[in-house]
């Protein structure tokens, strides 16, 4: 564990970041036994060993914080969180600075929520709910539609179909942070249409290396500037077929 620890601590210091609590380290340490112990019966996570998740799931996490995304008082949505990155370390990392935040968990997968709920109670963390969803459905539902000042994503989808399941949930003026790879440049020239469409602005991003071992990597911040228009998200059979980044079908281009 003072290994992962030590990573942490070196890497999130490559993002300006420092843990002020003692108790932070100890909710991060039950978090990392925890994931250890749930991925021994179900497959949560490809990085499990003790180092890889205090860097490359928790540290990687925070970069989202060193982007600026979170201010207080900010409801953060992490679409397709999986065992909870981008959002619960998040979420452990503004407790610790003293910043109120509110967080939903969303996941298709029942059983990963499931685990995340229980986790959730044992590190006694407040204002944090959780729920099964596909991202594309709960995106329709008035409950969760433009509610959120934040949609935060990891290694879910392109970005052109990540922009069509993040962006009805953010408020005007909210944004969208998704944590991608250095070479997120060929992704965004082609999700141009789908930012447009759903009333994203223009993207900014974030670089950031955790260590000298890790790659090279990015946040892209994008600011929603209106709302979303009402036939957005379609079905992910629709999404995936016909994703904003194509030319719409049937339509006739012009000599
Ligand atoms: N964000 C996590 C998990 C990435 S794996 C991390 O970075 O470690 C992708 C996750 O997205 C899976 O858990 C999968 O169940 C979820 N997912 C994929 N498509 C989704 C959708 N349309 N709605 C909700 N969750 C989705």
Redesign the pocket.
């Known amino acids: 564990m003072t290994d992962g620890i030590r990573a942490f601590e070196k890497a999130i210091a490559n993002l300006s970041l420092k843990v002020h609590r003692p108790e932070t380290i100890e909710r991060f340490a039950l978090y990392a036994t925890e994931l250890q112990k749930a991925n021994a019966v179900m497959n949560l996570?490809a990085v499990d060993d003790t180092v890889g998740i205090f860097v490359r799931h928790f540290a990687d996490s925070l970069s989202v914080f060193a982007a600026g995304a979170i201010q207080p008082e900010s409801s953060v949505i992490d679409?397709?969180?999986?065992?909870g990155?981008p959002g619960l370390p998040l979420k452990i990392f503004a407790d610790d600075q003293g910043i109120p935040m509110r967080l939903t968990l969303?996941?298709?997968?029942g059983k990963?929520v499931a685990f995340l709920e229980r986790l959730v109670g044992q590190l006694g963390l407040s204002d944090v709910s959780c729920a099964t969803?596909?991202?594309?459905e709960a995106g329709r539902k008035p409950e969760f539609r433009e509610k959120f000042d934040v949609a935060t994503?990891?290694?879910?989808a392109r970005f052109s179909v990540l922009a069509e399941?993040c962006f009805p949930f953010v408020k005007k003026g909210g944004v969208m942070a998704a944590i991608k790879s250095a070479s997120v440049g060929e992704e965004l020239a082609a999700a141009e249409k789908a930012i447009a469409a759903l009333s994203g602005g223009k993207p900014e991003l974030f670089a950031y290396q955790l260590l000298e071992t890790e790659p090279d990597s990015r946040v892209v911040l994008v600011r929603k500037e209106k709302a979303t228009p009402g036939e957005y998200p379609r079905t992910?059979a629709k999404i995936r077929k016909n994703p904003l980044e194509n030319a719409p079908k049937g339509q006739v281009l012009q000599p």
């Not at 679409?79 to 065992?83: D, K, L, P, S, T």
């Not at 969803?133 to 594309?136: G, L, P, V, Y």
């Open positions: 996570t679409v397709g969180c999986g065992a990155f969303m996941d298709a997968t990963k969803a596909r991202a594309e994503s990891r290694a879910v399941l992910f």
